[in-house]
Protein backbone atom coordinates (compact mmCIF):
# COMPACT_ATOMS: atom_id res chain seq x y z
CA UNK A 1 0.00 0.00 0.00
CA UNK A 2 1.44 3.42 -0.95
CA UNK A 3 1.02 6.20 1.66
CA UNK A 4 2.09 9.66 0.49
CA UNK A 5 2.61 12.47 3.10
CA UNK A 6 2.65 16.15 1.69
CA UNK A 7 4.88 19.04 4.05
CA UNK A 8 5.97 22.68 2.94
CA UNK A 9 2.66 24.56 2.58
CA UNK A 10 2.16 27.50 4.39
CA UNK A 11 1.24 31.21 3.89
CA UNK A 12 3.08 33.87 1.79
CA UNK A 13 2.94 37.11 0.36
CA UNK A 14 2.27 37.29 -3.48
CA UNK A 15 5.46 37.41 -5.66
CA UNK A 16 7.04 34.52 -2.90
CA UNK A 17 8.14 31.36 -2.64
CA UNK A 18 7.26 27.82 -1.54
CA UNK A 19 8.48 24.32 -1.63
CA UNK A 20 6.31 21.77 -1.28
CA UNK A 21 7.63 17.79 -0.84
CA UNK A 22 6.08 14.51 -1.02
CA UNK A 23 7.41 11.38 0.56
CA UNK A 24 5.71 8.36 -0.44
CA UNK A 25 6.02 4.90 1.46
CA UNK A 26 5.59 1.63 0.29
CA UNK A 27 6.59 2.66 -3.68
CA UNK A 28 8.79 -0.20 -5.31
CA UNK A 29 11.08 0.65 -8.16
CA UNK A 30 9.30 3.93 -8.71
CA UNK A 31 6.92 2.51 -11.20
CA UNK A 32 4.38 5.62 -10.48
CA UNK A 33 3.72 8.81 -12.32
CA UNK A 34 3.77 11.33 -9.48
CA UNK A 35 2.60 14.62 -9.06
CA UNK A 36 0.92 17.93 -7.92
CA UNK A 37 -2.81 18.22 -8.03
CA UNK A 38 -4.67 21.57 -5.97
CA UNK A 39 -8.11 22.72 -5.32
CA UNK A 40 -9.69 25.51 -4.05
CA UNK A 41 -13.73 24.94 -2.08
CA UNK A 42 -16.51 24.64 -4.70
CA UNK A 43 -13.86 23.78 -7.29
CA UNK A 44 -12.67 20.22 -8.95
CA UNK A 45 -9.67 19.70 -8.15
CA UNK A 46 -7.06 20.51 -10.72
CA UNK A 47 -3.30 19.08 -11.82
CA UNK A 48 -0.80 21.17 -11.07
CA UNK A 49 2.33 19.26 -12.24
CA UNK A 50 3.14 15.46 -13.37
CA UNK A 51 6.50 13.62 -13.58
CA UNK A 52 7.14 10.54 -15.10
CA UNK A 53 9.37 8.02 -13.48
CA UNK A 54 12.21 8.66 -15.63
CA UNK A 55 12.07 12.46 -14.65
CA UNK A 56 12.56 13.64 -18.47
CA UNK A 57 8.66 13.48 -18.92
CA UNK A 58 7.57 16.52 -17.04
CA UNK A 59 3.89 18.10 -17.90
CA UNK A 60 2.81 21.89 -16.21
CA UNK A 61 -0.65 23.55 -16.09
CA UNK A 62 -0.50 26.51 -18.38
CA UNK A 63 -1.15 28.20 -15.78
CA UNK A 64 2.00 27.59 -12.98
CA UNK A 65 4.22 27.17 -16.19
CA UNK A 66 7.50 29.28 -15.87
CA UNK A 67 6.89 29.36 -12.11
CA UNK A 68 6.38 25.92 -11.05
CA UNK A 69 9.54 23.05 -10.89
CA UNK A 70 8.38 19.66 -9.94
CA UNK A 71 11.60 17.27 -9.22
CA UNK A 72 11.67 13.66 -7.88
CA UNK A 73 14.21 12.01 -6.22
CA UNK A 74 13.41 8.01 -6.75
CA UNK A 75 15.93 6.59 -4.31
CA UNK A 76 14.83 8.32 -1.36
CA UNK A 77 10.97 8.42 -2.84
CA UNK A 78 10.07 11.88 -2.88
CA UNK A 79 8.54 14.43 -5.19
CA UNK A 80 8.71 18.24 -4.54
CA UNK A 81 6.99 21.45 -6.13
CA UNK A 82 9.04 24.54 -6.13
CA UNK A 83 6.66 27.44 -6.89
CA UNK A 84 7.61 30.64 -6.99
CA UNK A 85 6.30 34.32 -8.00
CA UNK A 86 3.12 32.91 -6.37
CA UNK A 87 -0.30 34.65 -6.55
CA UNK A 88 -3.11 34.99 -4.84
CA UNK A 89 -4.82 32.48 -6.98
CA UNK A 90 -2.77 29.86 -6.51
CA UNK A 91 -4.62 29.71 -3.07
CA UNK A 92 -5.31 26.16 -2.86
CA UNK A 93 -5.04 22.50 -0.74
CA UNK A 94 -2.21 20.94 -2.63
CA UNK A 95 -2.36 17.00 -2.96
CA UNK A 96 0.33 14.62 -3.62
CA UNK A 97 -0.80 12.08 -6.40
CA UNK A 98 0.37 9.13 -7.62
CA UNK A 99 -0.40 6.53 -10.79
CA UNK A 100 0.71 4.57 -13.00
CA UNK A 101 -0.99 5.71 -15.73
CA UNK A 102 -1.13 9.14 -14.46
CA UNK A 103 1.51 11.11 -16.48
CA UNK A 104 -0.43 9.75 -19.77
CA UNK A 105 -3.08 12.10 -19.42
CA UNK A 106 -4.35 13.98 -16.59
CA UNK A 107 -7.37 12.67 -15.00
CA UNK A 108 -8.42 12.24 -11.28
CA UNK A 109 -9.40 8.69 -12.09
CA UNK A 110 -6.05 8.09 -12.30
CA UNK A 111 -4.73 8.87 -9.37
CA UNK A 112 -4.30 5.53 -7.78
CA UNK A 113 -3.32 7.13 -4.22
CA UNK A 114 -3.41 10.59 -2.51
CA UNK A 115 -1.98 12.58 -0.03
CA UNK A 116 -3.93 14.33 2.70
CA UNK A 117 -3.36 17.42 1.31
CA UNK A 118 -0.98 21.32 2.50
CA UNK A 119 -2.51 24.22 2.44
CA UNK A 120 -0.79 27.15 0.60
CA UNK A 121 -2.43 30.73 0.62
CA UNK A 122 -0.92 33.32 -0.77
CA UNK A 123 -2.43 36.87 0.56
CA UNK A 124 -0.66 40.57 1.26
Known amino acids: QVQLEESGGGSVQPGGSLRLSCSAS????????MGWFRQVPGKEREGVAT????????TYAASVKGRFTISRDNVNHTVHLQMTQLRPDDTAMYYC?????????????????WGQGTQVTVSS
Open 97 to 113: AAGRDLCGAWSLRRVEY
Open 51 to 58: IAVGGIRI
Open 26 to 33: GVTGGVYC
